[in-house]
């Protein structure tokens, strides 16, 4: 199996703060991860790195195949698909939802005069009624409910057929019919063979779709565990990761988290 992605002691420091501290970290074509770790510990950076709009200040990072420092990343950016928090302030509020998933096949944010072939226009239909949007096409994206939105970007993401996909807290702020029904639809996708490798940040593990099958735990921009959920996902790990006595379980193929209670 080839590396999607392959990060050598890497460290990414900004005013002498190190907010990657020397990971090594490698997801196999085929793999789909979770990562895991508190407010502030890295997660965004980590994706940030992924997704080729950040660079290491120290060790390696191979993306697709491709060093960053040493490649166009204009080509290496439309094979990486990212749906995250900050990419929905970037897209237009007035176009609609179907425009906001077509201008991804241009790599574009905002539907300037370019024409688009029918065969788009089908993909994002087809990519949208995948997430339950069809019914909201010509809804201007910027009167999306939050859920929607998320599910909008999710969309945008697979546009270009990439062979990353990367997500980042995309159930944060649904309710829970919302989170339900997005967890089945990424376990939909996390089981489909032909979907691209999958890396999503989320902040709890009932999010964890069924098909996800690798953790990387950090905290303080430092990898604390990485490796198949079976093994690594357990209540010593998420512990140490949050900091506080937790106690992780799974129930059929879904997983809950609590704390100890006082004793
Ligand atoms: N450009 C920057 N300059 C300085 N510090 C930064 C910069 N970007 C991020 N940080 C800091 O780096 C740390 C990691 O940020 P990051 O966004 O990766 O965290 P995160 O794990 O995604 O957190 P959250 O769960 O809150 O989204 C944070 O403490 C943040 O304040
Ligand atoms: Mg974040």
């Excluded at 176009?95 to 998933?101: F, K």
Aim: charged residues 25%; proline residues 5%.
């Amino acid at each position: 199996m080839s590396e999607v992605l392959e990060l050598v002691d890497v460290s990414v420091v900004r005013d002498g703060h190190a907010l990657l501290d020397d990971v090594s970290w490698s997801v196999k074509e085929g793999e789909r991860w979770v990562i895991l770790g508190p407010n502030g510990a890295g997660k965004t950076t980590l994706l940030n790195l992924a997704s080729s709009y950040l660079f290491p200040s120290k060790g390696t990072a191979t993306v697709l195949g491709d060093r960053l420092g040493a490649v166009d990343v204009f080509e290496l950016r439309p094979r990486i698909g990212m749906a995250g928090i900050a990419m929905a302030d970037k897209l237009p509020g007035s176009q609609s939802v179907l425009r906001t998933v077509l201008t991804a096949a241009y790599g574009m944010t905002a539907h300037w005069q370019e024409e688009y072939e029918d065969v788009d226009e089908e993909r994002a239909r087809a990519f949208l009624d995948r997430l339950g949007m069809t019914e909201y096409l010509d809804r201007r994206f910027g009167t999306l409910s939050e859920g929607e939105r998320k599910r909008t970007l999710i969309a945008r993401a697979m546009m270009t057929d990439p062979e990353l996909l990367l997500l980042d807290e995309p159930a944060a702020g649904l309710d829970l019919g919302g989170r339900e029904d997005l967890v089945r639809r990424l376990g939909r996708l996390a089981r489909d063979p032909y979907a691209p490798s999958m890396v999503m940040v989320t902040h709890h593990v009932e999010e964890i779709a069924p098909g996800f099958t690798h953790v990387l735990m950090i905290r303080q921009g430092q990898v604390l565990a990485a490796g198949p959920l079976e093994t690594e996902l357990n209540s010593r790990n998420l512990s140490r990761c949050f900091g506080l006595p937790l106690v992780v379980e799974k129930r059929g193929d879904r997983w809950t988290a609590q704390g100890l209670p006082l004793s």
